[in-house]
């Protein structure tokens, strides 16, 4: 059967097409007014340039092949970011902040979720060569101004800081598979588990590990926090920098979840994860990451965050369908003009070509052009057409 696809890989038909395209527009352009400027990485590349500094993860989701011309393996991207980061520290090599932006489809070898596509339409902003946290609230609002844009309002944007947890798993002192295991846990709220994972770490890391997954909520849980967890100065750095996040976008649904780690071997900072529209998934994912440019031969300062357009097109007001125009076949210089001056105006004017089968209704036409004592007018189309 030639027609079926591969599990999880789906064709877009006209209707889910054009509100994906209308979306990426309208997002990119929301980003260009912003200052942030298009860049349009390689769909392929040399496979440890794609899955630098993200982790094990982003290694068993990238599709491998070998290079016919260099017998290097190559990958098809899984994700741009650790593309843009290269772009940033390699080719584009500016001082100071450097704002850009992205779109395009990824591939991923196994689905993340059973209801997700293994080729998300990637869409993404990042900021380069800013250290503070202002640059990452930056990112939260202009996340939250695009979904707005989109018609799907964040209904929550649990913040988290990957810097709280590394503090106190370095304070533990366990071994990088005991910290692994400790990580799955907390992602799960998983407290019996963590309970056994931590038996026998000293306090009072072991209390504060435990305590992760109980810290979430609005901004009271960040003073929960500062009484609960060992004043270490990493900690109390990346409580700081959720607090300011959080009078600074007062205005936002953010919400605090400390045991939240998506991102733990790529982000570095403050991280993010945005919901809505009744979605028990995160509809965007973002944070900090400043050490993915040391690959590329600049570390750079950087936060950013992406999101699939598929999954925004599915869960957004549909645009009202817009009927086209009928224009019958003649060679006539005031009906090209006529028709030329309609599709400036945005309008969608068909040509009737000899011989077609069933009706124009039925081919998305509404209306007609007609010939009268004024030359061209459009009028409804007639019901036998």
């Not at 990088?176 to 990580?183: C, H, I, T, V, W």
């Amino acid at each position: 059967m030639r027609w079926v696809l591969p599990d999880f890989i789906q064709d877009a038909l006209p209707d889910e097409a054009a509100d994906i395209e209308r979306l990426r527009r309208l997002m990119l352009d929301a980003f260009r007014v912003r200052g942030y400027r298009l860049v349009q990485p390689p769909l392929l590349e040399y496979l440890d340039s794609l899955t630098t500094g993200a982790g094990q993860d982003l290694k068993l989701r990238t599709f491998k092949l070998v290079d016919q011309l260099s017998g290097r393996t190559m990958g098809v991207r899984a994700d741009m970011t650790p593309q843009v980061a290269r772009i940033d520290a390699h080719l584009l090599n500016q001082a100071g902040v450097a704002r850009l932006c992205y779109c395009g489809s990824v591939l991923h070898a196994l689905p993340s979720s059973l209801t997700a596509t293994r080729e998300p339409i990637q869409l993404g902003a990042e900021l380069y060569g800013h250290v503070g946290i202002d640059a990452d609230a930056e990112m939260i609002r202009l996340l939250a101004d695009v979904m707005a844009l989109a018609e799907v309002p964040a209904e929550r944007i649990d913040v988290g800081h990957v810097g709280l947890f590394r503090a106190l798993a370095a304070g533990a002192g366990l071994a990088p598979e005991r910290e692994e295991a400790l990580f799955d846990l907390l992602q799960s709220k998983d407290v019996p588990g963590l309970a056994e994972v931590l038996d026998g770490v000293a306090e009072p890391q072991r209390s504060a590990l435990l305590a992760l997954p109980r810290l979430y909520g609005g901004r009271e849980v960040l003073g929960r926090a500062a009484e609960v967890l060992p004043r270490l100065p990493e900690v109390r750095a990346a409580l700081a920098e959720l607090s300011r996040l959080a009078g600074m976008l007062q205005d936002l649904p953010l919400s605090f979840d400390l045991a939240d780690l998506r991102g733990y071997h790529y982000h570095s900072g403050a991280v993010f994860a945005a919901y809505a529209g009744g979605s028990p998934a995160a509809l965007a994912l973002g944070g900090r990451y400043d050490a993915v440019g040391e690959a590329f031969g600049r570390g750079r300062p950087a936060t950013g965050f992406s999101l699939d357009l598929r999954r925004f097109a599915s869960r957004g007001a549909r645009a009202p369908a817009r009927g086209a125009i009928l224009a019958p076949m003649k060679g006539d210089p005031a009906l090209a003009e006529a028709v030329a001056a309609l599709r400036a105006d945005g309008e969608i004017v068909v040509t009737e070509l000899p011989g077609h089968a069933g009706t124009w209704k039925a081919a998305g036409c509404d209306r007609q052009l007609i010939s009268g004592g004024d030359g061209w007018t459009v009028a409804p189309l007639s019901e036998e057409r």
